[in-house]
C-alpha cells in the first residue's frame, strides 16, 4: 500500500505518537506516587477498567468475525453464550475456556 506521505512524516507520527503515549502512562505512575491515600471514588471506578477492556477486545470478534454483524449462523456467538454461562455458574476460568472451546468445536465440526 502506497501513501503520499513521505517516510519522515510517518516515522514523525509514529515517534510522536509513542511519546505521546509513554507520557500519559507516566503521568499516571508519577500521579500515583505523589498520593498517598488514592480515593476509593477513583478504586471503584479502576475496578472496572479490566472487564471493559475484556469486553472491547472480545464483543467485536463474538459479533463480527468477518468485518460485519453476524447474530444468525455465528457459531462464536453460541459460544461466548456458553462460555459466560459457565463462568457465571462456575467462576472459574478454566472452566470457562473450557466449555466455551468445547461448544465451538461440537458447533463447527459437529464431534
Do not use: H, K, Q
Not at 471503584?44 to 477498567?49: D, E, H, K, W
Request: hydrophobic letters at 55%; proline letters at 6%.
Amino acid at each position: 500500500m502506497s501513501t503520499e506521505y513521505g517516510p519522515i512524516a510517518i516515522w514523525s507520527v509514529i515517534l510522536s505518537l509513542g511519546i505521546l503515549t509513554y507520557t500519559i502512562r507516566a503521568s499516571f505512575v508519577t500521579l500515583f506516587g505523589l498520593i498517598d491515600d488514592v480515593p476509593p471514588e477513583i478504586t471503584n471506578a479502576l475496578r472496572y477498567v479490566p472487564p471493559a477492556v475484556l469486553a472491547a477486545l472480545t464483543v467485536p470478534a463474538f459479533l463480527s468475525p468477518t468485518g460485519s454483524v453476524e447474530i444468525i449462523g455465528n457459531e462464536r456467538v453460541f459460544a461466548g453464550i456458553a462460555a459466560t454461562a459457565a463462568a457465571w455458574y462456575f467462576d472459574d476460568v478454566t472452566a470457562t475456556i473450557v466449555v466455551g472451546m468445547c461448544i465451538l468445536w461440537i458447533i463447527r465440526f459437529g464431534l
